[in-house]
């Protein structure tokens, strides 16, 4: 069976039709509140035309001679055209706010599931940063404009519309006067918007290094004062202060001639009117009640003109925050299907793997391996051999191209998300400890534990020593800005959320710890413990990882090279046999050796262990394939 690899490189942005369809699919699922919102921001619009008719009218009826009554009768119909109009524009504002506001928060949320099912292998690769701007800084501008502007601009549109519908209804002459003002409204426009971007553009990113200049002053202020830097720190803000406060008057300055080029465009239009219909009357085609009304119609556009105008760089930047949201929005709804049923067996088989990532070279090539109920099988190999995707593949976090996993004999693919989860633990190398009470944190992996079952995890994994001398022990605050852990503390507790969760099939694929160190050695033993009767996968990092599986399985360039147990893989002198010498040899220089810094992933040097095709021990990490510590 051929499946598409569900790696993706970047994050997809949606195009404007799809942004379109997917704003129009998400209002017809609200079809009652959408028409409602439309058909009265319509009425309230076209009440405004109400009052420059009668007006125009009204000054046909004075210059032909009219009653007091008549006249009396026009000023209450315009009276109650503008209450009326005021309180349809209200309405049409809330309703029309309701519906975009409604959109827009399912669009977040629909990103926001898609994004957190996506494959970790792919959040990996297109990175937190992106998926965080989208769902926050790209929602927020989008929702500024729905929430301030966005109601006003809908009703303005109507109303540019309705109103120049309304010139041309009094006289087509008057209308295409009122047209002449257009390309003039087009050239300010093209004016104004390929130079405000960039501008904005500008001004933010010195605001930005302004209050970084002025955040780091204050984090620093220990260093900065031990250092007598004060005066440098307090120049440098000035100076980007002065750079921020240039661009933001650049920017004033800028609008103010956007303005003026609006007002010209005003004026151009009013006197096309005013001159066409004094030519009009003088020729008896029009009336002056109707040129009047023309020329009130046309100035009740300056306005909303002005506004759409003034905005549309505002839109510009809310339509394409839009696409980046739908864009994800859009992503396929992760697979769920069948029945789930209950897991007798708990083997697992990786059948015929072939994997590779986008359009790349295969990572993995006819991968074939059987781990029986309750075994422990460890994958070894090279940085970048495809240990990491295979687990994810065992695990159902990726579909592989090619072939398929069982787990009781199940395709995981075919189950829900929640039971592959309820039966599959997967500890990684990215730990994430959320912040608030570590016992919150445990009970992650199940909401109803108890104190003591929290504690009896913690006891398996031999965690509770440290946890009891934490400030506050099981109910110490950690994670961002509260008590920090270490990243072995991280791995403990996500073993320790593994005895909670209690699966019959683990997955692990730790790098925390350097090889030889005691903190290898504790998450070594906490790891057996953690993954004791469960059918387990284990990627070692570490030689000591894997000598104590069931079988180790070793990896080169994504093909299975050799397989066996500790005893078997090292007399038969092959790859494993020759990194466990080397290691060996190394082994009292490894131990004396400091801690290297972490990566980005928070894993020792390369946290890979061998030298790629060298088969020899990483002299960065001196960590290779693990000897158990006698
Ligand atoms: N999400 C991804 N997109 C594209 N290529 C990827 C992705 N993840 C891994 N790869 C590539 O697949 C290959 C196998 O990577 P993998 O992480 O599975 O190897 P590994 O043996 O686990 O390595 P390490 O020990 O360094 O983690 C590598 O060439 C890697 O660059």
Redesign the pocket.
């Known amino acids: 069976m051929t499946k598409t690899s569900t ?1 993706h490189r970047a994050l997809p942005t949606a195009s404007a039709g799809q942004t379109w369809a997917t704003l129009r699919t998400e209002a017809g699922t609200m079809p009652g509140l959408t028409a409602a919102a439309l058909a009265v921001a319509v009425a309230a619009s076209a009440i405004g035309l109400v009052a420059p008719w009668v007006l125009g009218d009204m000054i046909d009826n004075l210059l032909g001679g009219t009653t007091l009554g008549h006249l009396f009768r026009a000023v209450t119909v315009v009276a109650v055209a503008a209450v009326l109009g005021a309180a349809l524009t209200a309405w049409a504002t809330v309703l029309v706010a309701r519906v975009s506001a409604t959109v827009l928060a399912r669009l977040r949320e629909r990103a926001l599931d898609r994004a957190l099912h996506l494959p970790v ?2 959040l ?2 297109v990175g937190t940063g992106d998926l965080l701007s989208r769902v926050g800084d790209d929602a927020a501008v989008v929702n500024t404009v729905v929430s301030t502007t966005g109601p006003t601009l809908v009703s303005t549109l109507i109303t540019v519309v309705l109103t120049g519908v309304g010139m041309f209804a009094v006289d087509w002459r008057l209308g295409l006067a009122g047209l002449a003002a257009a390309p003039l409204y087009a050239w300010a426009l093209r004016w104004y918007l390929p130079r405000s971007g960039p501008y904005y553009a500008k001004e933010r990113v010195a605001a930005a290094q302004r209050s970084e200049a002025i955040v780091g002053a204050l984090r620093g202020g220990t260093t900065v004062r031990a250092y007598r830097l004060e005066t440098e720190h307090v120049g440098q803000i000035a100076d980007r202060s002065h750079t921020a406060m240039g661009l933001s008057v650049g920017v004033f300055t800028m609008f103010t001639r956007f303005v003026s080029r609006i007002n010209r465009a005003e004026f151009v239009g009013l006197s096309a009117v005013l001159v066409v219909g004094y030519l009009l009357v003088r020729a008896d085609a029009v009336t002056v009640g109707a040129t009047t009304a023309a020329a009130l119609y046309f100035h009740r556009l300056f306005n909303p003109l002005a506004l759409l105008l003034s905005e549309a760089d505002a839109l510009q930047r809310a339509g394409a925050s839009l696409a980046r949201l739908v864009g994800v929005a859009r992503l396929p709804a992760s697979a769920a299907a069948g029945d789930p049923a209950p897991l007798t067996d708990t083997s697992m088989e990786i059948i015929d793997v072939t994997h590779w ?2 359009d ?1 070279p295969p ?1 993995l090539l006819d991968i074939s391996l059987r781990i029986p109920a309750g075994r422990r099988v460890a994958l070894v ?1 090279a ?7 295979l687990a994810a593949i065992a695990g159902a976090m990726i579909a592989p191209a090619t072939g398929s996993v069982r787990i009781g004999g199940v395709d995981p693919s075919t189950l829900e998300g929640s039971f592959v989860r309820r039966h599959v633990g997967i500890v990684t190398q990215q730990v994430h400890v959320f912040s608030g009470p570590l016992v919150e944190d445990l009970r992650l992996a199940r909401p109803e534990a108890t104190e003591e079952q929290v504690t009896a995890a913690l006891d398996a994994v031999g965690a509770l020593g440290w946890v009891r001398e934490l400030p506050d022990g099981l109910y110490t605050v950690v994670g961002e800005g509260a008590h920090q852990l270490t990243d072995a503390q991280a791995q403990h507790l996500a073993l320790a959320r593994l005895v909670l969760a209690d699966p019959p099939v683990a997955i692990l694929d730790e790098a925390t710890a350097e090889a030889g160190s005691a903190g290898a050695r504790d998450l070594d033993a906490a790891a057996t413990a953690a993954t004791a009767g469960r059918t387990t996968l284990i ?1 070692a ?1 570490r030689l000591t990882q894997a000598a104590t599986a069931d079988r180790i399985v070793v990896l080169d360039q994504g093909k299975i090279v050799e397989t066996g147990s500790h005893a078997e893989l090292v007399s038969a002198e092959g790859m494993y046999g020759r990194l466990w010498r080397s290691w060996s040899g190394t082994r009292a220089g490894v131990r004396d050796r400091p801690r290297q810094a972490a990566d980005r992933s928070g894993r020792p040097g390369t ?2 262990g061998v030298v790629p095709g060298t088969g020899a021990v990483d002299p960065r990490t001196g960590s290779g394939l693990a000897v158990p510590d006698r």
């Not at 940085?383 to 995707?389: D, I, L, Q, Y």
């Open positions: 790696a292998t792919s990996d690769r990532y986008d790349g990572v190999g940085s970048g051999a495809g240990k990491t995707t990627v990092h946290g890979a």
